[in-house]
């Protein structure tokens, strides 16, 4: 174990020079020929001498850039040092780096994809800009809290005179406020604002132009279980307060609102949890349940609903009526890609940590819509209409 542990400590040693070699041979080319350079984004595994390890500064930006490649979704993928990193009090989008100095860039370009043999400094918080090629002037930018929370976002191409998408959060992390990329019909900023009782539970959601605003209210009893609901604001026509009524087994058994008579749900379950009965609006159900507590039979309003799993569970027919339902196609993570029902056909993707990154509508072989998503961690802050040249959602 010493003498492996004595030769890893050596061999990392001797790792910069081989990549300081290379550096000085790209120096001496044109611009345009290390424009055209093949290049491999760093993938930094956290094992051995790993970029984990080697250079955490480096990983940490990989870990951005994978997460902010649905803005900038055209092939082939931008390298990682499309993402340069900029003092966020210097600027927060650098769009001239790529035209002036682009020659500089891609030789930044090499060095960052050569096994992180240097440390990358930055301070937070911080933004970095994407970018299609080393030699373009068009891109978005991601810009990040020190708390590496994301603080604002630009398409690619984004015209920088309009407002840009930002967000706030309270000192608990929580999110206080979105500026959306749109402005109201004053042309003044539109932002939305957020807040929350003591429980984390969101109470209201103001915004600044004529959006209804919406107000909600709650009341748990001793053990956590939520018993009412208020709902108030000028999104809804009429007030009005939910009541939940539970079982020995905090199962929810009734819903029901002190305004609308229409508003009323009821449940029943097996002794093992499974729903055998509802009442949901009006409309009865009943369910039919296996071995392996999946529904395989349901009624709804005296229709009769069949559903069929494959041998990991993943259901692969979902009824929506006594005729017709979607076939659904998983992958080997047991995540949707693929439903169909008739004419209508939606594809899914994923990144590596899992998160569904675009969502494309088919009609036939006509492609309807394309989506995609940007994250903070595992939360959608984005979506982007790729075939409207990114132009963002929501």
Known sequence: MATHSMASRFSARLRPWPSLGVAALLWLLPPAALANLPYTPVHCSGTGESCDEASPDMAETGEEWKRAVALSPPSPVPPLSSFPVQPASATRVAWGVHATWPWLLTIFTRLAVLKCPFRVKRRKPWCF??????????????????????????????????????????????????????????????????????????????????????????????????????????????????????NDRSELTGASSNMDPTYSYSYSYDPIGNRVAASEAGVPWTYTTNSLNQYTAATENNTNLSFSYDLDGSMTSRPVDGTSGWTQLWNGENRMVETYKGNDRLTFKYDYMGRRVEKCVYSGNALLSKTCYVYDGFKCVEELDALSNNAIVM
């Open 129 to 246: 800009s994407i970018s299609r090629n080393a030699a373009s002037a068009h891109g978005g930018a991601i810009c990040m809290t020190a708390s590496k929370r994301l603080e604002s976002a630009l398409q690619p191409d984004y015209d920088i005179s309009k407002t840009v998408p930002s967000y706030t959060y309270k000192a608990d992390g929580r999110l206080a406020s979105r500026t959306w990329a749109r402005t109201d019909a004053q042309d003044n900023e539109l932002v939305t604002s957020y807040a929350y009782n003591i429980y984390d539970e969101i109470t209201a959601i103001d915004y600044s132009d004529s959006t209804p605003d919406i107000a909600y209210g709650y009341v748990n009893d001793a053990v956590g279980r939520r018993t009412s609901m208020s709902r108030s604001g000028s999104a809804y026509t009429t007030s009005d307060t939910i009541s939940y009524t539970y």
